[in-house]
């Protein structure tokens, strides 16, 4: 378990515009820190750090070109794996609920889902009677670059 991270201030709201241009040389050692301060660690499993409740990052960069990756992480809601998708539950009442399926057994006459990707192990069950429809989220898990202001 990782130590909780010390809070930091905001530099900036990030956007792929700023990252035009030749690519600045790499830290490991300093991307190792950013990944955990950033709380990265918390989702995403990178070498032997990190959980895996998002996708691995160990080898993300010989998959994927560094432009994608930096538009993964500004704008995580592009494009997101279909292993990775939340469904958003519309209850009987109105009532909403969003996760990630972790049970949908057709034997079965629930529903379960881990709400919180902070948090993996936690779990909420949804009676499917009381379940009026549900469909993929477009949204991402992983917030954005740039949250929306409050």
């Not at 432009?67 to 539950?89: F, G, M, T, Y």
């Not at 069950?125 to 202001?149: F, G």
């Amino acid at each position: 378990e990782q130590p909780a991270p010390t809070p930091r201030p905001l530099v900036k709201h990030w956007t792929l515009d700023d990252f035009e241009g030749e690519a600045t040389s790499s830290d490991r050692s300093r991307g190792r820190e950013l990944y955990v301060a950033a709380l990265c660690a918390k989702c995403h499993v990178c070498g032997t750090t990190g959980r895996p409740v998002g996708p691995d990052l160990t080898t993300v960069a010989s998959r994927f070109s560094r432009r994608d990756l930096l538009e993964s992480i500004v704008d995580p809601s592009a494009v997101v794996a279909e292993v990775h998708r939340n469904v958003l539950v519309t209850k009987n009442d109105g009532s909403l609920t969003q996760g990630r399926i972790v049970q949908n057994d057709f034997r079965e006459s629930k529903l379960i889902l881990a709400t919180n990707p902070f948090s993996p192990a936690e779990l909420v069950t949804l009676p499917k009677s009381e379940i009026r429809s549900w469909e993929e989220s477009p949204v991402s898990p992983m917030p954005p670059a740039r949250w929306p202001a409050s």
